[in-house]
T-cell receptor, first 114, second 113 residues
Framework: GDSVTQMEGPVTLSEEAFLTINCTYTATGYPSLFWYVQYPGEGLQLLLKATKADDKGSNKGFEATYRKETTSFHLEKGSVQVSDSAVYFCALDNSGGSNYKLTFGKGTLLTVNP | NAGVTQTPKFQVLKTGQSMTLQCAQDMNHNSMYWYRQDPGMGLRLIYYSASEGTTDKGEVPNGYNVSRLNKREFSLRLESAAPSQTSVYFC????????????FGPGTRLTVT
């Protein structure tokens, strides 16, 4: 079945450091890929998405490129801020539009120190 | 718009008690979902409803039942709570268009003692 593997956390960075959170997936066909973010005490919210190979999703300074050849969707940000401290989830949708079920990775906790 | 709302925010149950978690959305979305979030496990799908009048099992349905009451509301019931059901429960919804985005509620933190 479909699965998502993302790097184990927690990740601790200083403000303005470069961030990479690795995400790889296993799926048949052509899934859509997502990064969701969960701030403390809140539900998840969509950060960015890519629906086909070589697409780049971007939002709030975060970027991720859909690489079909390496089945990856790594999240990057050039200069993190304290406000980026959150849990980040990689996810895929391989339902082909039939029921839109998401498969999530286990999440990576990011802490950014001033 | 309130988005996706969930009640209650917190609940403590004793083993064997029952309760219903409520979820409502005001975005006219067709599909609704219930997930549980456990440390180190990410989010796991319990049940989903692709449209009003239909429900289907997800990855971890045992011990739960759901009701899609109408287009807005999707409830999750624990008939006989067990300590293994201690978790944070999230409801989500989305449209049938190809935006693919799921909108999440704030969660219900449930403890079963």
């Amino acid at each position: 079945g479909d699965s998502v593997t993302q790097m184990e956390g927690p990740v601790t960075l200083s403000e303005e450091a470069f961030l990479t959170i690795n995400c790889t997936y296993t799926a048949t066909g052509y899934p859509s890929l997502f990064w969701y973010v969960q701030y403390p005490g809140e539900g998840l919210q969509l950060l960015l998405k890519a629906t086909k190979a070589d697409d780049k999703g971007s939002n709030k300074g975060f970027e991720a490129t859909y690489r079909k050849e390496t089945t990856s969707f790594h999240l990057e940000k050039g200069s993190v801020q304290v406000s980026d401290s959150a849990v980040y989830f990689c996810a895929l949708d391989n339902s082909g539009g039939s029921n839109y079920k998401l498969t999530f990775g286990k999440g990576t906790l990011l802490t950014v120190n001033p | 718009n309130a988005g996706v709302t969930q009640t209650p925010k917190f609940q403590v149950l004793k083993t064997g008690q029952s309760m219903t978690l409520q979820c409502a959305q005001d975005m006219n979305h067709n599909s609704m979902y219930w997930y549980r979030q456990d440390p180190g496990m990410g989010l796991r799908l319990i049940y989903y409803s692709a449209s009003e009048g239909t429900t289907d099992k997800g990855e971890v349905p045992n011990g739960y039942n759901v009701s899609r009451l109408n287009k807005r509301e999707f409830s999750l019931r624990l008939e006989s709570a067990a300590p293994s059901q201690t978790s944070v429960y999230f409801c989500a919804s989305r449209t049938r268009d190809r935006s693919y985005e799921q909108y999440f509620g704030p969660g219900t933190r449930l403890t079963v003692t």
